[in-house]
């Protein structure tokens, strides 16, 4: 080697090694950027989120990331953590946990960015409307609105805000979170849950409320009532589940899951609070109001149970089976690693296969693809979601005809049929 070759190689080493100081001195400082969809590699935990099916998509709705950055987990405060955009898997295409894309779209309003919302879809008009939810810390909170998320085919969309009509008033009303939301073609509706100094501007102290609250598409009207409205009258219900079931009787049904019965008058743990028992379980028609109550056989969820998530399945013949998974009791202190399905007309529940990923709380369901369930994030521990999910992406996936669960969505799975096991027992009878 001559000199001037010698000088050259000098100079290229130490380029690189400025080049390579300046990106040690880069990574891990305070301002290295965040990502709503961090790489499959970078993802280590999504919770909080909620997730709905709209125009051949999945969106997946507020909610927390907790991602490695540059090598390394970032342990970043809730604020960080939230998800700023609307988020979207398609649906008429198979994929992979560990590979599919998820796409992300930017949000109008700072303020959108929420945990445990309630989330309303309106699946005739391609929307869904968002209420409720918590700001973590109660930081950057706006007063209330209903927004309305209008989807296109392309797995986006755009944000707005409802004007409501008639009805109550939203100043009326107590915004809350833990409230068991679904809707039923025509309407939203929440009951109970939880109004905070985080989830309602100006408020505080913690009380669980009483009512149900529904919200009709087509006039925008809010209503709010307890006794002959509420299937619970106007007792207090926090952390329950629930699932509307059309094709039984005039209006169908929404059955209801889970939760305790919360304080209207102070403030206690929600693991002291008495609660509903999943052996008895509470059903209501969402246009006359009648209530009804039955005691379910088989499997029987433990309870006291909260945070788990619930997808329904008709199939050709009448029968209707709802899943439900995971969750915590907060009375005893620790988290479910668990599936059952509870099949009518029977109200029978059967346990399902342990599911892969171990505990799950605060994660989302969805019934996808004719027959599948695709559950969304979740936590195992009280950690903010830093112990890093064994399922890619968090994206776990069930098939409720063959009872096992999946890495995998098929966009050609065949129609919904019960499993065997669910239609032996209807043989027995
Ligand atoms: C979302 O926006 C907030 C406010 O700008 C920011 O602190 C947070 O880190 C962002 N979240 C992500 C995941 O980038
Ligand atoms: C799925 O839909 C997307 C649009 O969202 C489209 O680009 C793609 O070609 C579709 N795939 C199939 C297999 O139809
Ligand atoms: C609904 O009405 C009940 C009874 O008046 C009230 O306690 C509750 O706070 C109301 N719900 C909401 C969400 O405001
Ligand atoms: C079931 O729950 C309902 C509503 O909470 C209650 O009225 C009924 O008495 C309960 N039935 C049994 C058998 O516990």
Not at 254 to 283: L, Q
Request: proline share 5%; net charge negative.
């Amino acid at each position: 080697m001559d000199k001037t070759s010698v000088t050259a190689a000098h100079r290229l080493t130490s380029a690189l090694v400025t080049s390579l100081l300046a990106a040690f001195l880069t990574a891990g400082t305070a301002d290295a950027a965040l990502v709503d969809v961090p790489s499959p590699d970078n993802y280590v935990r999504r919770s909080l989120a909620r997730a709905t099916v709209l125009n051949n998509h999945v969106y997946i709705e507020g909610g927390q990331i907790v991602q490695m950055e540059d090598g390394f987990r970032g342990i970043r405060g809730r604020v960080e953590n939230q998800v700023n955009s609307t988020l979207s898997i398609p649906l008429n295409e198979s994929w992979k946990s560990e590979s599919v894309t998820i796409k992300a779209t930017p949000k109008p309003f700072t303020s959108l960015s929420r945990n445990n919302w309630y989330l309303w879809t309106d699946p005739k008009e391609g929307v869904f409307y968002a209420w409720g939810g918590y700001w973590p810390f109660g930081q950057e909170m706006v007063t209330d609105e209903v927004y309305k998320f209008t989807a296109d085919d392309q797995g986006g969309g755009e944000w707005g805000v409802e004007t409501l009509a008639n009805g109550v008033r939203l100043d009326q009303l107590n915004p809350g979170e833990a409230g068991a939301f679904t809707s039923t073609g025509t309407m939203g509706i929440v009951i109970g849950g939880q109004s905070t100094p985080w989830t309602q501007l100006g408020r505080d102290n913690t009380r669980q409320l009483s009512g149900m609250v529904t919200f009709d598409f087509e006039s925008k009207a809010m209503m709010n009532g307890t006794q002959r409205f509420s299937p619970f009258g106007d007792t207090p219900v926090v952390g329950a589940s629930a699932e509307y079931i059309s094709g039984i009787g005039e209006n169908g049904i929404v059955m209801v899951f889970g939760g305790h019965v919360g304080r209207t008058d102070k403030e206690i743990p929600i693991g002291e609070m008495d609660f509903f028992d999943m052996r008895n379980i509470t059903f209501f028609d969402p246009v006359t109001k009648e209530a009804w109550s039955q005691v379910t056989t088989g499997d029987i969820p433990p309870s006291p149970r909260i945070g788990f998530c619930t997808a329904a399945f008709s199939t050709k013949e009448g029968g209707h089976e709802v899943f439900i998974f995971g969750g915590e009791n907060k009375r005893d202190t620790l988290v479910y690693e668990d599936a059952y399905v509870l099949s009518l007309p029977g109200f029978v529940w059967t346990k399902l296969p342990t599911p892969p990923g171990g505990e799950r709380m605060y994660h989302t369901c969805v019934a996808v693809g004719n027959r599948q369930v695709l559950s969304v994030g979740g936590r195992e521990t009280e950690d903010e979601g830093q112990k890093p999910d064994k399922i890619p992406q968090g994206l776990l996936l069930f098939d409720m005809t063959e009872l096992k669960w999946k890495l995998e969505y098929d966009a050609n799975a065949a129609v919904y049929k019960s499993a065997s096991s669910i239609k032996d027992w209807y043989k027995q009878r």
